[in-house]
């Protein structure tokens, strides 16, 4: 069993930056891939970004490559979102999730609550 919460989210500008954290108890993380996905009012839920167990490896879609950084720290049982040059289209409900290293949502076992970021114009 692993539990995930995710904080960092809020507020911010066009172009502005966040950071989003998404710490883990429970079951040992470092086995874990890590996702993070977001979700909008009225739209479905979308892969934003990936990382494996060792942190070696990453991906991301066109839509945030480039601007998104995914990162982890073992140590500290928790994954990182750095978000820059934010877009109003990027405002959603962003999930962290544990599981095998993938884009599909299916391949994650384990889901956080989720935190807002609102990006204004």
């Known amino acids: 069993q692993v539990q995930l919460v995710e904080s960092g989210g809020g507020l911010v500008q066009a172009g502005g930056s966040l950071r989003l954290s998404c710490a883990a108890s429970?079951?040992?993380?470092?086995?874990?891939?890590m996702g993070w996905f977001r979700q909008a009012p009225g739209k479905e839920r979308e892969f934003v970004a990936a990382?494996?167990?060792?942190?070696?490896?990453?991906n991301y879609p066109d839509s945030v490559k480039g601007r998104f950084t995914i990162s982890r720290d073992n140590a500290k049982n928790t994954v990182y979102l750095q978000m820059n040059s934010l877009k109003p289209e990027d405002t959603a409900v962003y999930y962290c999730?544990?599981?095998?290293?993938?884009?599909?949502?299916?391949?994650?076992?384990?889901w956080g609550q989720g935190t807002q970021v609102t990006v204004s114009s």
């Open positions: 990382i494996n167990w060792s942190g070696a490896m990453t």
């Open positions: 999730a544990a599981g095998s290293y993938s884009s599909y949502q299916r391949s994650y076992d384990y």
């Open positions: 429970g079951r040992t993380f470092s086995g874990y891939s």
